[in-house]
């Protein structure tokens, strides 16, 4: 299975829509003079979901035997409205919780 057919069962499973990739980019947050957050995100349009009509997923490794690899999607859905914005949401909700974002 490759990278994108992994990413697209996620959102398929998690969210029950149909994930069309449209484009990878990398994106490298800073803040404080700090990198936060240096990575590449997948930007998929979205078929058959209520609400959102596109998503941002990525994935990553983990130091946990027990989950070896951590899913992150993000929806566009109001007041995310772009790939940025979802990354953002992201790293803010691991800030909140204390917790990395995950599938």
């Known amino acids: 299975m490759t990278y994108l ?3 697209r069962d996620v959102i398929r499973r998690l969210h029950g829509a149909e994930a069309t990739h449209v484009e990878t980019v990398p994106v490298k947050e800073v803040f404080g003079g700090e990198t936060i957050w240096d990575a590449t995100w997948r930007y998929s349009t979205l078929k ?3 609400e959102a ?5 990525w994935a990553h490794d983990t130091d946990d ?5 951590r899913h ?16 953002k949401a992201a790293i803010l909700e691991e800030f909140r919780s204390g917790e990395p974002a995950e599938a």
């Open 5 to 7: 057919e992994e990413l």
């Open 48 to 50: 058959g979901h209520p």
């Open 72 to 87: 992150v999607t993000v929806l566009h859905i109001p007041p995310v409205t772009s790939a940025v914005m979802a990354v």
């Open 65 to 69: 035997p027990q989950k070896p690899r």
């Open 53 to 57: 009509k596109a998503s941002v997923c």
